[in-house]
């Protein structure tokens, strides 16, 4: 056993090892700790569903979000992806998920304001070592406009064409 943990300790390295610090985000400011805070509650209550409370996500329900690809993306996908849903296989970290097309992501657009879409979004690209920096309301309030005539759900195809 402790020769087991010897080895491990000798070709691994990870947060905390040796005492070393366990990174952790930037602060926010208080407004934005506000945004991240409504967010957590709103990806508890809803996202959390599908993705799991903490983001492993949940077979037959929604993929995995901790070390995703599309959370260290484009903030210009994910709203879109929040507002109008999400539809087909989709490659996650180089891995094709929901291959049958069988799954799918629904709209929230009409289910959630802008607010809480930011603070979701900046929510889920905190908590699990993204550490990027908030997305505002007024982005999601541009967005919005700007897809308003949109009611299909996107493909990664589509999603990959936006920078
Ligand atoms: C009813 C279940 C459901 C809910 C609720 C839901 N999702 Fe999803 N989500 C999915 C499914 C299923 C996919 C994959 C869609 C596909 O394969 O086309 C997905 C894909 C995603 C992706 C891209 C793939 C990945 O894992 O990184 C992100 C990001 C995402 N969802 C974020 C969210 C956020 C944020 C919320 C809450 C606002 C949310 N989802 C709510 C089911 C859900």
Not at 19 to 48: F, M, T, V
Not at 113 to 140: C, M, N, S
Request: include cysteine; glycine fraction near 8%; charge should be neutral.
């Amino acid at each position: 056993m402790k020769n087991t943990a010897e080895t491990l300790a000798k070709n691994f390295d990870w947060p905390g090892k040796d005492g070393k610090p366990i990174p952790q985000p930037p602060k926010l400011s208080a407004e934005h700790q506000a945004l991240n805070d409504l967010g957590r509650k709103e990806y508890q209550s809803l996202c959390g569903n599908c993705h799991h409370p903490l983001g492993y996500g949940i077979a037959g329900s929604g993929p995995l979000l901790v070390d995703s690809d599309w959370l260290r993306g484009s903030e210009e996908r994910l709203v879109r992806m929040v507002l109008q849903g999400v539809r087909d296989p989709i490659k996650i970290n180089n891995e094709v998920y929901n291959r049958d097309g069988a799954q799918s992501m629904p709209a929230m657009a009409m289910a959630l304001d802008d607010q809480k879409i930011a603070g979701i979004l900046t929510y889920v690209r905190r908590e699990w070592g993204e550490f990027a920096k908030p997305v505002e309301p007024a982005t999601v309030t541009r967005i919005r406009a700007a897809t308003k005539d949109r009611a299909e759900p996107w493909t990664e195809s589509e999603l990959l064409k936006i920078k």
